[in-house]
Structures are given as C-alpha cells and as structure tokens.
C-alpha cells in the first residue's frame, strides 16, 4: 500500500489527510461525517476500530477498501498503473467506468494486456475508463454534443446503469437507430442468467452484459424490535417499516436500478411506499429534489445495499444480510459496441468477456460475471429480480427513471410533515 493507514487512527486524522474517504465513509452509513464540525470533534476522540466497531463491521475488510478508494485518487505515477485515460486520436474509442472495488485489478489486466497486444492489433486505442464514484456525466455530456452523429460516439461503453444507454435523449436514440451491436459471439451466457427464470441475453443482439450488481439490503437487528425479520423487498413497503429504511442514493445507477425493479414488479403504489419507508437520504448534492430530513441521528433498521459492501459485515454483530426471497435487484455492467468498427472493437470485448476478467468480477468484488465458464457460487436461493428485455424496449427508461424519482420523493416528503 502507499498509505500507512491503520484502524488505530482517528477519524479525523484519516479524513484530514485522505478527503477523497469522507464520501465513502457516508456512503457505508457514517453519515454525520459529512458534517465538518462532526469530523473536528467527534471525530477526534474516535479511532476507525471504535467506529467500526459500534456498527460491528468487519475492519480488515473496511480497512482494504479504505486503501482502496485512497488509491485510486492518487496520481498514476504513484499507484503504479499507466493512465486509465489516453487521448491520443487513436483509430477506435473505449470509454465508460469501472466498479470501484474492482477498479484496480481490472484496470491492471486491460493494460497489461493492451502492452502485450499492441504490436499485434496494428492500432491505435484510446480510453477513458474511470472509477464509477466519479460519475458518468462527462460521458453523457459527450453523447448530447454528438446530437445525433453517431460518428462522435466511442466505439464501446462499459457501464453499471440504465439511464446512459437507454435514455432516447441520450444513447436510446443511436440504439433505435440500429448502431450498437452485441458482438462477444456467445451463444449462450451463464446459466446463473440464462434459465426459466431469467435471461440477460439481449433478444435484439444490441446489447451484452459482463456482469451484475446484485442489490439486497441489511437489517439491525438491535433496531428491528418486534418487527417481524423482513425477507423480500415486498417485506420492506409494510407500514412497520415507514421512516426505516436507508437507500443507496449516493450510487445513482443503483438506485435508478432500485426504483425501476420496484415499478416494474409492485407498480407506482410500491414505489410511493418505497418513499415513505426512506429514513435517510443520501443522494449526491447535484440531485437537488426535496431535503428530506427524517429523524436526525435516528438509526436505519434496513440499509438497502450492494451484495459486496453486505459482505463485509463479520456475522458478530447485529447486522444481518438479508438476500430477499423475490430476488436481488440487479444493476447490469453493460458493454455496448458500435458496428461500424467491430472488426477492431472485438478483441476488447473478447477480453472484457474473458474467464479471466469474469473470475476478477465474481471472486473478488461479488459482482456475478455472465462468462459460462465462471463459477460464480450462488447457492439455489440467491436468485435474481431483473426487468426483462421486453420491458426495456417496450419503455422508454429515461422518462420513467424521472417519473419514478418524483413520485418516490414526493411520498418521502409527505412523511416529513
């Protein structure tokens, strides 16, 4: 590691000398520690091992992706990786964003293996693979000063979310227009996606995906009281649980993923009650709606949450990981491939798809990988809610992505006052 960071450490030494870990200490449920006055006092007289303690999670797994995110705001020279962005008017384009956890190991393979390769592809490439907490709003902004030349898009986007490639004002309308095409060549992908119950396989040939960001969420069970144990997200719109439950704002593909998931399968009502259950909200500042503002201080029963963050917790402790019984919601890593140069985008996308890569989504970062030869060692109940393909075509996602975010807000509001 080039940090010496060591769960003895305070609070505010940590976030003092490394800024870039408050939003991840927000994002795992440290709220108050957006709050400066919070970190300069409080913060103070509490060590990382205190803190983590109180919230019985695992500190050696914390502490890993402390390193992690400290990591990857460092400059390149320094994390010993090549720039994960190179603008040098190559012949073909590769853009989009990486999931934090696995960033770097990913990152280190597609360099290692563009060295390797590059005397044998004959080409230039250039990229711009970041991690995915920075956003996806310079790649959307680049796709709207396109308006409508697709010559001006990269030739592959790999991404986490629905809004970028299925919004019609964004990457819908090239989508309509027949310029994405699914070229890993696979007949089948992993039965743990392709089965009587599921299939991600786009029946259109347009669309492919690597992997998948399973959502479930946590339940405290020093906060659950009486309440009966909660084991499906239908469990979570009960009127027992109204003003419990925190949402993974802060990870927009996340949680556009969660309210599509909840419309498509419990409607506008399950959305609303969603609304009304929210105690927390952690949305980025830019997605300035309504301040809600349930219960300061007041402790989440339910934290709804990615499988590889639920997977730090230790087992002591109160909280408990909950895979629900209608399916992890799931936030598909999409490759998406222009036509026009897939002679020189395939080799990209076999590696993208490659056992290898596949073993790095599934075994390190708990993102299931769609590879047929990766075992990703689900057992018989961790199965999946996904919207369907017929769903996401006959929809136009973008606009019910808003319609949804304003009637979910607007039921969380009317919980406040």
Not at 68 to 82: K, M, N, W, Y
Not at 195 to 208: C, M, S, T, W
Request: charged share 25%.
């Amino acid at each position: 590691m080039s940090n010496n960071l060591k769960v003895t450490d305070t609070i505010y030494d940590i976030t003092e000398k490394y800024p870039e870990t408050i939003n991840f200490f927000v994002a795992n449920g440290f709220d108050k520690l957006s709050n400066p006055l919070m970190r300069n006092t409080l913060g103070k007289t509490v060590t990382l091992e205190m803190a983590l303690s109180m919230r019985k999670m695992n500190p050696e797994a914390f502490l890993d992706k402390l390193h992690e995110v400290i990591e990857q705001s460092l400059p390149d020279i320094a994390s010993g990786l090549a720039p994960m962005k190179k603008e040098e008017g190559g012949d073909i384009r590769i853009e989009g964003v990486l999931p934090c956890p696995i960033r770097l190991p990913l990152m280190e393979k597609f360099e290692s293996w563009l060295t390797e390769q590059s005397d044998k592809l004959g080409y230039k490439v250039d990229y711009n693979l970041k991690s995915a907490n920075l956003g996806l709003d310079d790649v959307k902004e680049r796709v709207v000063q396109a308006n409508g030349n697709a010559d001006a898009l990269s030739d592959l986007y790999l991404s986490a979310g629905f809004d970028l490639f299925f919004d019609k004002e964004l990457m819908g309308r090239y989508r309509d227009a027949g310029e994405f095409e699914d070229i890993s060549g696979l007949d089948h992908i992993n039965s743990d996606f392709e089965n009587e119950q599921i299939n991600l396989k786009d029946p259109k040939g347009q669309y492919a995906i690597i992997g998948v960001v399973p959502a479930i969420f946590m339940v405290n069970t020093n906060v659950l009281g009486d309440r009966p144990m909660p084991e499906s997200w239908a469990d979570l719109m009960k009127p027992e649980f109204e003003n419990s439950i925190s949402l993974p704002m802060k990870d927009l593909d996340m949680f556009n993923a969660f309210l599509l998931h909840i419309y498509r399968y419990y409607g506008e009502e399950g959305v609303e009650k969603m609304g009304k259950a929210l105690l927390r909200s952690m949305h980025p500042a830019q997605m300035v709606k309504a301040h809600i503002d349930k219960g300061e201080g007041k402790v989440p029963t339910i934290t709804v949450t990615p499988y590889f963050f639920a997977s730090m917790a230790d087992g002591k402790g109160p909280m408990r990981p909950v895979w629900p019984k209608d399916g992890a919601i799931l936030s598909p890593i999409f490759l998406l491939a222009r036509s026009k140069n897939k002679d020189k985008v395939k080799p990209f996308v076999d590696l993208l798809y490659s056992k290898e890569i596949g073993e790095i989504l599934s075994s390190n970062g708990k993102f299931p990988s769609t590879n047929p030869m990766v075992e990703n060692n689900l057992t018989k109940d961790q199965n999946f809610m996904w919207l369907g393909w017929d769903f996401i075509h006959n929809h136009d996602i973008g606009e019910l992505i808003k319609n949804m975010e304003q009637k979910f807000f607007q039921a969380a509001e009317k919980e406040t006052l």
